[in-house]
């Protein structure tokens, strides 16, 4: 077959100028035609000129000359469309025979094939029924793992395991509960799951409401635990600091300078927090927080973690206003360890929970507890305070309170408004401790019997001498001995002892470091305040005989070396150096019991002295010859001075003795002087002057006897309380007594002399021989007197009168 050639585009023949309009329509309709162009507008055009039959005569003229070119193509293509025809006509015998052989193929694998198609419908129901059972059988492995899982659900509840159980009942609703093919399970698991998670939160919350109940009684012990250990480790520090003091003293003492080292075993060391083991539980008190934290894992696996977290603080907060009850059945003395371990317990606790509790409680939540606690705490102490009145309870509390800062100091929570309550009650303690001592002395003092104390061993002279400092040697005297002091001395030194310590421990661990000042000014208080009073009305109540008023003197200079004991012992107590309390020492605080004492024993002496000093009036104030051995009053008055110098001079310092004879001197010399110048003597010679002047040599012997008990100044001191009779006597004997008129020399050898009685005595000098005077140098012998410078004197000072 010869190819078809491909058709072109016709262009329209150009029209001569004479051609008609109708030649060209036809020109453009067989163009449009032949390029296979749309006729649609030739067609509108002849319609819309109302020709169409111009239109169709055209299109006819155009078929009948596309006739003629397909003929000629026929004839051009004639052969071989026979040749094509023939073709096709053997083509269809082989179809035939193609059919024929088609048809008995078929028939030949319709045969071979139906055994093989039944056997496929067998396989493929085979295949089937492989897919059902193979569907089955995964069935049956889930369920089987959904059983396993609710055994081990069973196996974990039954055995108390609940966060294991949980974790099975949410692989059961994860894994299985949309996927189980079996509708029963399915329905067991939508019901049974929600009832094992209820179940497991009733059991947890029970098993958390026993360790609520539990913790409360662990908290109580934990408290008392760590305030034990703060309380042995504040002993252990007090007793560093004692063998650091002794060995400061023995330092400060040594001639030499020592080299030491203090050791301090701290094989128990304290730690303020209770150590436990990982499972957060205290070797020591079973300090549990297992269930705690086993509730607060659970209800965080349930989803239930911040209505947990509310329920616990709720809870706690709750027993924690429990705690803060005070029960009025009960004196506080005897509640208050309980009622503040039990908050420091609760405190501990709550801080090992905030930091290893995994935000069960914030830290903002624990300070708001422990502000409310600090509240009520400082309201109860305010209240019990107010009530007490005896100082010991309240140093008890306070000691305790204080030990409780300590200890809850170690676990971060500020204590600062507590010992502001402490320190706001400090001179309420001290006033109640200042009349407690006040009692005590006073019993003390009541039960003295102004007797010397008997000590028999030497510890009972290390207990009543050594501790108090108030030895007068190194050298422990042989046993038994006989104190200078009444068994009141110890028994108040231990009192004021007791005071000190007391006054330091008040004021120790509460917050104030130098304190000494506050110890010393409530010292002196009772010191100047408490026991020189009580002293001065045993003195002068108390007191009746001159024995006694030694034995008052004795103890009072015992009592003054005891005071500086007092404030060294107070300053080492303090924590001060020694220097820096020396510096700040006063006066003897108890200077007025000590004069009154001394006073009282001048007093009976010069009352006994008296005694004898009434033989004055047997002395011969007109004698014709001078007494050589001095008048018998004086000789009375020496004999017992010397007697009462070898009993005082056992129990009396040297000090005490002078000043005490001094004072008894000064009044006999007052007595002899007062003797002339008084009414019953109303004349004299000089023989009776020079007999005085032996008197008053006596006295002057006697004072010099007594120097080797003295210094050299006190001895002096002794004789000058003679000074008035002994310039008496002198200007009496004197050949120039116009010479007191000089006020270089009255001043110089008569200070003492009041012109007055000099005048008054002059006048009774009665002696009718001109050797009224002997010379001042020269007693026994006899110069010839000059009344008139006598008289002189006299009549000048009356002038001066």
Known sequence: MQSVRTRRKVAPATANGGDSAEKLDQLLLSSAICNGEDLGSFVRKAFASGKP??????????????????????????????????????????????????????????????????????????????KNVDLALKSIVSCMKLMELCSRANHHLSSNNFYMALKC??????????????????????????????????????????????????????????????????????????????????????????????????EDGFNTGVESDSNGVSGLLGFDLTPLYRAYHLHQTLGLEDRFKQYYFENRKLQLTSDFQVSSMTPFLESH????????????????????????????????????????????????????????????????????????????????????????HRDKYHELLLSDCRKQIAEALAADKFEQMLMKKEYEYSMNVLSFQIQTSDIVPAFPYVAPFSSTVPDCCRIVRSFIEDS???????????????????????????????????????????SQAMQVAANMAVLERACDFFFRHAAQLSGIPLRMAERSRRQFPLNKARDAAEDMLSGLLKTKVDGFMTLI???????????????????????????????????????????????????????????????????????????????????????????????????????????????????????????????????????????????TISEKLRDPSDRLFGTFGSRGARQNPKKKSLDAMIKRLKDVS
């Open 53 to 130: 039959e111009t239109l169709l005569h055209h299109l006819r003229q155009f078929a009948r000359s596309k006739e003629s070119e397909i003929e000629e193509v026929c004839k051009a293509h004639y052969q071989d469309f026979i040749m094509a025809v023939d073709d096709l006509r053997s083509l269809l015998s082989d179809v035939d025979s193609l059919k024929s052989a088609l048809s008995d193929s078929n028939s030949k694998l319709q045969s071979v094939a139906g055994p093989l198609l039944s056997s496929l419908d067998s396989y493929v129901e085979a295949q089937n029924i492989s």
């Open 169 to 266: 009942t949410n692989a059961m609703e994860n894994e299985f509960l949309d996927k189980t093919p079996s509708s029963t399970l399915k329905r067991m698991l939508e019901k049974k799951i929600p009832a094992i998670r209820t179940y497991i939160e009733r059991k947890v919350n029970k098993e958390f409401g026993d360790w609520l109940v539990e913790i409360r009684v662990v908290c109580r012990n934990l408290g008392q635990l760590a305030i034990g250990q703060a309380s042995s480790a504040r002993q252990r520090e007090e007793d560093l600091r004692i063998k650091q003091r002794q060995a400061e003293e023995q330092s400060r003492l040594s001639l030499r300078d020592c080299v030491y080292a203090l050791h301090e075993d701290d």
């Open 337 to 424: 360890q309980t009622f503040f371990a039990q908050i420091a317990g609760f405190f501990i606790v709550e801080d090992r929970i905030l930091r290893t509790g995994g935000n069960l409680i914030s830290k903002i939540e624990v300070e708001n507890l422990w502000d409310a606690a600090v509240s009520k705490m400082c309201s109860v102490l305010e209240d019990q305070f107010s009530r007490m009145q005896t100082a010991n309870h309240l140093l008890l509390i306070k000691d305790y309170v204080s030990l409780l800062g300590v200890t809850l100091r170690g676990y971060g929570y500020p204590v600062d408004a507590l010992l502001d309550v402490l320190s706001k």
């Open 504 to 546: 330091v421990s008040f004021m120790s661990h509460g917050g104030q470091l130098d304190f000494y000042d506050v110890v010393k000014k409530y010292l002196d208080r009772l010191l100047a305040e408490v026991l020189d009073e009580a002293l001065m009305k045993l003195i002068n109540t108390s007191v009746h005989g001159v």
């Open 617 to 759: 009036e047997n002395v011969n104030w007109m004698a014709d010859d001078p007494v050589q051995n001095g008048n018998e009053y004086v000789n009375e008055v020496i004999i017992y001075l010397e007697t009462l110098v070898s009993t005082a001079q056992q129990i009396l310092p040297a000090q005490v003795l002078r000043r005490v004879l001094q004072d008894v001197l000064s009044h006999i010399s007052e007595t002899i002087v007062g003797a002339l110048y008084g009414d019953s003597v109303k004349r004299f010679n000089i023989n009776a002057i020079m007999g005085m002047d032996v008197d008053v040599r006596l006295l002057e012997s006697f004072a010099d006897n007594l120097a080797p008990l003295f210094t050299d100044g006190d001895a002096n001191q002794l004789k000058t309380a003679l000074a008035e009779s002994r310039q008496l006597t002198n200007l009496l004997l004197s050949n120039h007594p116009e010479n007191f008129l000089n006020p270089v020399i009255r001043e110089r050898s008569y200070n003492t002399l009041d012109y007055r009685k000099v005048v």
